[in-house]
């Protein structure tokens, strides 16, 4: 079993539409993070949401946290072309691991 | 805001060579990771290091590869006889504490074994 699927794998909005990714995962947690990456470069942290948390905004992105349902949303506002990455979602294990786990990420594009 | 570097940004090595990824994390932080990702994949833990030893790591880590600190500074990831399937992307990260942290990645490595 996966820790931090995303869907869809793949999503395509015009610019100024809103854009919503939705993250899952299978064990208790203590954070969950969003992290962006255009191809092939470096990952950007973009939000940190703790597991007692369960909305968090900064500028144009909007994170949600359901504990009981083991499942995240990023929601992008007004998309912009430069939003076009691929976005990850990371677990922390609530007991002993302190690894981040990954999950497959979402590739999102915004047509101009 | 605080900046994990790497370096080189880019490694082309042949294959049964060995090669060293550096890493400088944040100053402060105590707390070391390596992570890799296989162009077109997810991103994947290889090991974590704290008080000089490793403190966990993954099924990937196996004898051929090796973490260090040398110094107060930089933090390597050694491959001893690199392999095809080691081509990859290769992130450090640093956090200052394992619990509630968020961790501060660099930018990356990008090994090709030919």
């Known amino acids: 079993s996966q820790q931090g699927e995303e869907d869809p794998q793949a999503l395509s909005i015009q610019e100024g539409e809103n854009a919503t990714m939705n993250c899952s995962y299978k064990?208790?947690?203590?954070?969950l993070q969003w992290y962006r990456q255009n191809s092939g470069r470096g990952l950007v942290h973009l939000i940190l949401?703790?597991?007692?948390?369960r909305e968090k905004h900064s500028g144009r992105l909007r994170v949600t946290l359901d504990t009981s349902k083991k499942s995240s949303s990023l929601l992008i506002t007004a998309s912009r072309a430069a939003d076009t990455a691929s976005y990850f979602c990371?677990?922390?294990?609530?007991?002993?691991?302190?690894?981040?786990?990954f999950g497959q990420g979402t590739r999102l594009t915004i047509n101009p | 805001e605080p900046e994990v570097t790497q370096t080189p940004s880019h490694q082309v090595t042949q294959m049964g060579q060995e090669v060293i990824l550096r890493c400088v994390p944040i100053?402060?932080?105590?707390?070391f990771y390596w992570y890799r990702q296989i162009l077109g994949q997810k991103v994947e833990f290889l090991v974590s290091?704290?008080?000089?030893?490793?403190?966990?790591k993954s099924e990937i880590f196996d004898d051929q590869f090796s973490v260090e600190r040398p110094d107060g500074s930089n933090f390597t990831l050694k491959i001893r006889s690199t392999k095809l399937e080691d081509s990859a992307m290769y992130f450090c990260?640093?956090?200052?504490?394992?619990?509630?942290?968020?961790?501060?990645f660099g930018p990356g490595t990008r090994l090709t074994v030919l």
């Open positions: 949401i703790r597991s007692n948390e």
């Open positions: 290091f704290y008080n000089n030893e490793i403190s966990e």
């Open positions: 100053s402060n932080h105590l707390y």
């Open positions: 990371a677990t922390d294990a609530a007991i002993g691991a302190q690894k981040l786990v």
């Open positions: 990260a640093s956090s200052e504490t394992t619990s509630g942290r968020r961790e501060y």
């Open positions: 064990t208790s947690i203590n954070n």
